[in-house]
């Protein structure tokens, strides 16, 4: 699976999500761009877009998406808080389709 991980999300992420081919928003040479640019790209290129921005889903239209998107709730968007999801963020993964929005942890949808 290619996942995409919003500027927000912190960089060393990637390394908790083996095996799946992650890369950032910075490295995509994207940083500062706008949402809709970021999921644009994601539709294109990506499977995934994995992001802590809660309110992506109420300023963006993610229905008429064809990549799925993972909203992360931790503490706060610092590694270590982050880190804490990825068992379920793998086990979200693992089972999310195209156009999907998610939310991990399930209990934190809004």
């Not at 109420?58 to 990549?67: G, P, S």
């Amino acid at each position: 699976m290619r996942i995409l991980l919003d500027e927000c999300v912190p960089r060393k992420l990637d390394r908790e999500l083996a095996p799946h081919f992650v890369t950032t928003v910075p490295k995509q040479g994207l940083s500062g761009k706008r949402d809709e640019l970021l999921l644009g790209v994601s539709e294109t290129d990506f499977d995934v877009f994995v992001t802590v921005d809660r309110n992506l889903i109420f300023e963006q239209n993610l229905r008429k998406l064809r990549t799925a998107v993972v909203v992360l709730h931790a503490a706060s968007n610092r590694l270590a808080a982050v880190r804490l999801l990825v068992p379920e963020l793998l086990q979200t993964l693992g089972h999310i389709q195209k156009g999907q929005v998610l939310h991990v942890p399930k209990s934190a949808i809004p």
